[in-house]
Every structure is written in C-alpha cells, then in structure tokens.
C-alpha cells in the first residue's frame, strides 16, 4: 500500500485481557519498527525487524509483550494480561534500509480499563 | 545512559520568523539523526536525515546542522507559517547496534499569523 497501515485504531481492553495490534508495513520495506508513546512523550522503541528476523526487543516492557514478523511482512505486537500501564499509542514504522526516514502509521490508541 | 534533550517549553513564533529548535543528546555516537514532525493523534512524519559526516542539510525551508563535537542539532524552519505550528521530535540513530533509534520529547512549536 501506499503507508504505513495499523488496525486496530482504537482499543479498549479489560485489564487483563490479551490484545492484538497489527501492522502492515509499506511493501518492500525491509525493516519494521513498534514504539510505545505515552500521551506528551515521544515514541519509545519496543523492537525492530529486519525481514523476518527480530534483531532487537530490548525495549520490550516485560515478558508479556511480544511481537512477530513470521513472513517478513504484516507484523503483530501482541500484549497478554493488559495492564493499566499498558495504556498508550502504540506506533509501528517501516523503513526501506539504513539511512532512510521511518514511515510511521497512524498508531492504535489502547486504553486499558 | 543515552539521553536526549528537547526544548520542553513551548515554542512561540510570530509568522515569518525563522523557528531554531535545539536537540542535545549524551552518552551518544549516532551515525545518523532525523528529524519528524508530529501532529495531534498522528504518528510522527520524516522530515529530514542528516549523516555524521554532514555538517548541514536543507530542504525546501528547513535546514538541519548536526555538531558531533557539541552533540547537538539545530533544526530551522524559515519563513514561518501558521501551518508548521506541530510537535517537532529529533531522533539519532545509534552508530552500532543496528537500527535502533531513540526519540526525544519533542518540541511543540506555533506560529501566529
């Protein structure tokens, strides 16, 4: 497609339920990002895909977050046991390679209550 | 740690006037360093990527200079239009370790007609 695609846009969980967040990078685009960005912050790296490999999660908050890239394209952050801290934007962003601006998407705002 | 720092405090312009926005960071070697601008519920946009071999970059009114030696980036926006009024974030990206890239707060700029 032509950007950066996220679905869905808005969640609302109960805490403790498991969510889903996709995302569907620009074709092509090799390397795959998620970030987390509280209201009046800017975006916190989660992880980073190139292809189908996760090269880095450090930033991933806690062993209940994980995130997939199985065929080097749509990716999926999936969150179990939501908590309220869980509540944010969370962003992905695509990027051809080294050297080359991000294209973020529009985010999914979750709200976890 | 690595730390970035952003203006904080709001940014206010009159249109016309020439918008300087600061970016420090420490504990930092970026190869590269971006800047996006970021509106209201919208995922940040790629404005401009300076390398650290560049001293300065422009592109249309906006002009970025990257000082390794102080560790800081200056991002200008010339001929100021209430149009540019937006969250503006700087983003290095780490000289090893790959992709990962870490953004600042942002700085929120406005220009008054």
């Known amino acids: 497609g032509a950007g950066v695609s996220q679905s869905p846009r808005y969640k609302v969980a109960k805490r403790g339920q498991d969510v889903a967040l996709r995302c569907d990078p620009i074709?092509?685009?090799?390397?795959l990002f998620w970030y987390q960005q509280a209201l009046g912050q800017g975006p916190e790296f989660l992880t980073y895909?190139?292809?189908?490999?996760?090269?880095?999660k450090s930033g991933l908050p806690s062993d209940r977050f994980f995130a997939e890239r199985p065929e080097g394209s749509v990716s999926t952050l999936k969150i179990q046991r939501t908590q309220q801290e869980d509540s944010a934007v969370y962003l992905c962003?695509?990027?051809?390679?080294?050297?080359?601006?991000?294209?973020f998407g529009s985010g999914t705002r979750l709200t976890v209550v | 740690s690595q730390k970035i720092e952003q203006n904080s405090e709001a940014l206010n312009i009159q249109e016309g006037k020439t918008a300087t926005l600061t970016c420090n960071y420490t504990?930092?070697?970026?190869?590269?360093l971006q800047w996006y601008r970021q509106d209201p519920g919208r995922g940040p946009v790629f404005l401009l990527l300076?390398?650290?071999?560049?001293k300065e970059k422009r592109k249309e009114r906006l002009k970025v200079t990257f000082d390794t030696t102080l560790k800081q980036s200056l991002f200008h926006i010339t001929a100021s239009q209430p149009a540019d009024s937006a969250t503006y974030l700087c983003?290095?990206?780490?000289?090893?370790?790959?992709?990962?890239?870490?953004f600042g707060a942002g700085t929120r700029l406005f220009v008054k007609a």
């Open positions: 962003a695509s990027s051809l390679e080294r050297g080359h601006g991000y294209t």
């Open positions: 074709s092509g685009h090799v390397s």
């Open positions: 895909f190139q292809n189908e490999a996760q090269l880095d």
């Open positions: 504990n930092y070697s970026p190869a590269y």
């Open positions: 300076i390398r650290e071999n560049e």
């Open positions: 983003a290095p990206i780490l000289g090893t370790g790959g992709f990962k890239t870490i």
